[in-house]
C-alpha cells in the first residue's frame, strides 16, 4: 500500500462529497483521543476550536480534524463529527455526558461549483466510511480545490487531496494529510512545476515570474487575486508522545513543507492551517528530528495531492497528464 498518514496507528480517514455541488469534508478521526497542536500562518483562516489547542488552555486531547469545503458555512459538518463521536461515547468527560473535541477548518470553493456548503449531515456520513485507505485527489474536501488563480479561475488547475508517511529509525511513524488549494503554484521540490497558473500560450505561466512583472501588477492588485479565495490544510500525525506544546511545534516546523513545494504561500488570500496530531504509542524522537521529517513528508503529501488531481468542473487536473 501506499504510504499514507494512517499509517499512524489510532488514525482514521474518511471523505464525504456532495458532487452535483463540487464541495466535501474529509475526517480524521483518533477516537481515543490524541494531543493537538495548530499553526495558521496564511492571512485568511477559517477555522473552529483552534484557541482549545493554545498549550495554556485546559483540554489535553481531540477525537477528531474536519477539513471542510465551503468557507466558513462548511464549519457546520464538524457538529456532525461529533455528534458521530458522541453517539459512539467518545469525547472529553465533563460529568454529565462526554463532549467531543473536534477542531477544523475550511477551504473556499463556493466559486468553483455550486454556492453549497457542507453540513452536519456529511460530516457524520465522513466519518460512517472512515477506515485506513486513504483515496487521494478530487474527494472529499479535495472536490472543489483549485491551485494556480493569479491569472483567474479560467486558467487556474485542480487542486487535491494527498498523503504520505515515513517510518524513522527507531519506529516512529510520522504521516501528513493535505488538501491543496492555493492561489500559488505547486512545484516538485526539486522540479518544476506540477499544477499552476497556465499561461495562454499553453504551459505554465509562474506565479513568482508573474509577481515580477509590472505589467501583471495592475491585475493581480486590482482584485483579480482577491475573487477567488484559497487555504491549504494540512493535518500532521504521530505515534510519538508529545505535550500540547510539543505538538504546536510540530505543526510549526512541518507548515515549512508547504513553503518547498507552493509558490507563493501564506498569502494574504490564503489560510494555511497545519494541524498536528500525536496518539503517544511511543516515546519517539527528538523535536528536531520529527519536525525536520515531518516538514519532508508534508512537502510530499503536496506533490501527491497535485499530481492526484484530475480534471473537473471543467477545470484540468495534473493528473490528466499522468500515464
Not at 486531547?61 to 467518545?90: F, I, K, M, N, P
Not at 511545534?249 to 508547504?258: E, F, P
Request: aromatic share 4%.
Amino acid at each position: 500500500m501506499t504510504p499514507a498518514i494512517t499509517d499512524v496507528p489510532g488514525i482514521l480517514i474518511g471523505h464525504a462529497e456532495n458532487r452535483e455541488a463540487l464541495t466535501g469534508v474529509t475526517v480524521a478521526l483518533c477516537p481515543e483521543g490524541a494531543v493537538g497542536g495548530v499553526d495558521v500562518r496564511g492571512g485568511a483562516p477559517g477555522t473552529r476550536e483552534t484557541d482549545l489547542l493554545n498549550p495554556v488552555n485546559m483540554v489535553q486531547q481531540v477525537h477528531a480534524v474536519a477539513l471542510c469545503g465551503g468557507s466558513a458555512l462548511g464549519l457546520a459538518a464538524a457538529g456532525g463529527v461529533a455528534q458521530w463521536l458522541h453517539e459512539r461515547g467518545h469525547g472529553f468527560d465533563v460529568g454529565v455526558t462526554r463532549v467531543p473535541i473536534v477542531p477544523a477548518a475550511v477551504i473556499f470553493d463556493l466559486a468553483f461549483g455550486a454556492p453549497v456548503w457542507p453540513d452536519a449531515a456529511l460530516g457524520y456520513a465522513a466519518c460512517e466510511v472512515a477506515g485506513p485507505a486513504v483515496a487521494e485527489g478530487c474527494v472529499g474536501v479535495g472536490l472543489g480545490a483549485t491551485v494556480g488563480k493569479a491569472l483567474g479561475p479560467a486558467q487556474a488547475m485542480k487542486g487535491g487531496v494527498g498523503s504520505w508517511s515515513e517510518t524513522l529509525p527507531d519506529g516512529t511513524t510520522v504521516g501528513a494529510l493535505v488538501v491543496v488549494n492555493a492561489f500559488g503554484d505547486v512545484w516538485e521540490e526539486h522540479g518544476g512545476i506540477i499544477a499552476g497558473a497556465r499561461a495562454a500560450v499553453g504551459g505554465f505561466a509562474d506565479t513568482m515570474r508573474l509577481l515580477r512583472d509590472p505589467a501583471m501588477l495592475a491585475a493581480l492588485g486590482g482584485g483579480r487575486a482577491d475573487e477567488v479565495r484559497n487555504t491549504t490544510l494540512t493535518i500532521v500525525a504521530t505515534d510519538a508522545r508529545l505535550t500540547k506544546a510539543e505538538a504546536t511545534k510540530l505543526a510549526q516546523m512541518a507548515q515549512d513543507g508547504l513553503s518547498r513545494t507552493i509558490r507563493p504561500v501564506h498569502t494574504p488570500f490564503d489560510g494555511d492551517t497545519v494541524f498536528a496530531l500525536a496518539t503517544g504509542r511511543r516515546a519517539g524522537p527528538p523535536m528536531l528530528v520529527l519536525g525536520s521529517i515531518a516538514a519532508d513528508v508534508l512537502s510530499r503529501a503536496v506533490e501527491r495531492a497535485a499530481w492526484a488531481a484530475t480534471g473537473l468542473g471543467g477545470m484540468p487536473g495534473a493528473g490528466d497528464r499522468v500515464g
